[in-house]
């Protein structure tokens, strides 16, 4: 059973991670194109921001079930470490259901309304726009290929049996969405009891936080499910969320550029000079770069990545060094223009607000 799901994950992520370089690749030639044709060609082009925005949808659901691939979404695993080691297998179980309840929700309600906005067609591109509704379910189906993967792997390996996993996380998915489909009780309280214990049990944050989502909806029963889908697509759909992953090509072809070691070059001769000087030079070339590539994990990677083995080779402790390179990494979220801030930015609307301000003091004036 473990190699038959194995199997069929790998095959499913093969096909993810194709897909992922296809949308990659395009979102990023369709903002290249628009930029020549519309600054250098003066043509601009009426549909390449819509190609754009509709494949960072892909790029983002299928990123999603990559990364559970290689337990890699973000989450929080401060409380399992709390729990007896013995106990943690079947905390891992109840984390899965949690994860497979949600990838049934979105299969099931993301199909419903890509198949309802079937007829509609997009303006720019004049095609039907539910193929990039499709992307919710999709993205959703592989990922529940990977946890039916992972939990017959550690059922294998913790429990003896891998069906028995299965059974159990499917039957704690049916259960629960059983519970919450009745009107709870005191539900303002229980969602911050449930996020809270979400967090402490290690589920994904974005499945939390959508898991939410889905028990408030169930629990009033005045909303239908389709809504949660939808507004995931809703809230994706933003030309400016794509600076994000751009941020990080940025980041990635300054290091492969060596653009790293010359910062760290500059940084050494500005402050090298002085008793333990690799320490600031290392955090004056992270914020050097941080500040050019807005990403937080690229500076991390980049400027890590030259400076940690020569600081080990000259005599720093490791865990002194790694401490104060993730440190020095995280400095880039402050100094814009950073992901960060663009994130705050863009849920804040700051920046349409500022815009506002101005045209009144130009009106008033």
């Not at 199997?7 to 990659?24: F, M």
């Not at 059983?178 to 969602?191: A, C, D, E, K, T």
């Amino acid at each position: 059973m473990t190699d038959i799901l194995r199997a069929v994950s790998d095959r499913v992520n093969t096909v993810a991670k194709g897909l992922l370089i296809v949308a990659a690749f395009t979102m990023v030639a369709a903002v290249f194109g628009q930029v020549v044709f519309r600054y250098v060609l003066k043509m601009p082009l009426s549909w390449s921001e819509e190609l754009a925005r509709y494949t960072f949808m892909w790029t983002t659901f299928l990123g999603a079930s990559v990364a559970l691939r290689y337990k890699s979404l973000p989450n929080i695993t401060l409380g399992l470490r709390l729990f007896p080691a013995v106990v943690r297998p079947y905390l891992f179980l109840i984390t899965n259901a949690l994860s497979l309840w949600f990838c049934y929700e979105i299969i099931v309600h993301g199909a419903t309304i890509a198949m309802a906005v079937l007829p509609d067609k997009s303006p720019g591109l004049d095609f039907t726009i539910a193929w990039a509704y499709a992307a919710l379910p999709i993205g959703a189906a592989f990922m529940l290929v990977h946890i039916l993967y992972l939990v017959a792997e550690e059922s294998q390996e913790k429990l003896g049996n891998p069906l028995l996993g299965l059974a159990i996380i499917i039957g704690l998915a049916l259960g629960l969405s059983f519970i919450v489909s009745q009107p709870l009780p005191g539900l303002n309280y229980l969602l911050v009891i449930l996020l809270l214990l979400f967090f402490a049990l290690g589920v994904p944050i974005a499945i939390s936080l959508a898991l939410l989502t889905v028990v408030a909806f169930t629990s009033l029963g005045d909303f239908p499910l389709t809504v949660i889908p939808q507004r995931m697509f809703v809230g994706l759909d933003s030309f400016t969320l794509m600076a994000v992953p751009f941020f990080m090509l940025a980041g990635a072809i300054m290091h492969s550029g060596g653009i790293a070691i010359r910062l760290v070059n500059f940084a050494s001769a500005l402050v090298g000079w002085i008793r333990g000087g690799l320490i600031p030079a290392n955090v004056l070339a992270s914020i050097i770069f941080a500040d050019m590539s807005g990403s937080a994990a690229s500076d991390t990677a980049a400027i890590g990545n030259v400076m940690l083995p020569g600081m080990i080779k000259r005599g720093y402790e490791r865990n002194f060094v790694t401490a104060l390179q993730a440190a020095a990494g995280s400095l880039g979220v402050q100094f814009p223009p950073s992901s960060g801030m663009l994130l705050y930015a863009f849920v804040a609307n700051r920046s349409e607000e500022h815009t506002s301000e101005l045209q009144s003091h130009h009106d008033l004036v």
